[in-house]
């Protein structure tokens, strides 16, 4: 008889604890003797009178997200601009006519060539007045060259 005491003061007591605790117990299993209870605080129930049943409901944690600046920063800098234009007519057909006169052994001075569409203007001194009609020669056998315009002037005996 004192055994029949201790289970039934034993199943009392585990029923009165799953009928005390509905708003603190999640009911897991239901056995033949006793439902299996797990007790989880801060749960929201509710009766369904219809089915006979209680329902849980367990809020879905609040998550906080936080904005981490970058570490880096970052600067955009735009790309060198490269101009690879052809060079302008009148300053190849000047620098042609500079590498004639300066590759004549028989040329010797100091002789400015300019061009301005195509006609070469000669400017400066030479050794002797032959000198300058080879210069002038050379300036037109340039190709581009449309006028040679010689204005060198022979030092016929002088330092100047």
Partial sequence: MNAYRKISAAVLGAGLVALALPSFAEVIYEGPL???VRVSPA????????RGEYYYYA?????????????????????AIIVDAPRSVDQAI?????????????????????????????TGRVTNAGQAEIAGRDARS?????DVQNNLQARVGGNR
């Fill in 59 to 79: 809020p879905a944690p609040a998550t906080t997200y936080y904005y981490t600046a970058p570490a880096t920063t970052y600067y955009y800098t735009e790309p």
């Fill in 34 to 36: 006793l439902p299996t």
């Fill in 43 to 50: 749960r929201d129930y509710y009766y369904d009178p219809v």
């Fill in 94 to 122: 000047t620098n042609d006519v500079v590498d004639k006169i300066a590759s004549d052994p028989r040329i010797s001075g100091n002789i400015g060539v300019s061009t301005y569409n195509s006609k070469v203007e000669l």
């Fill in 142 to 146: 340039v190709d581009g060259v449309t």
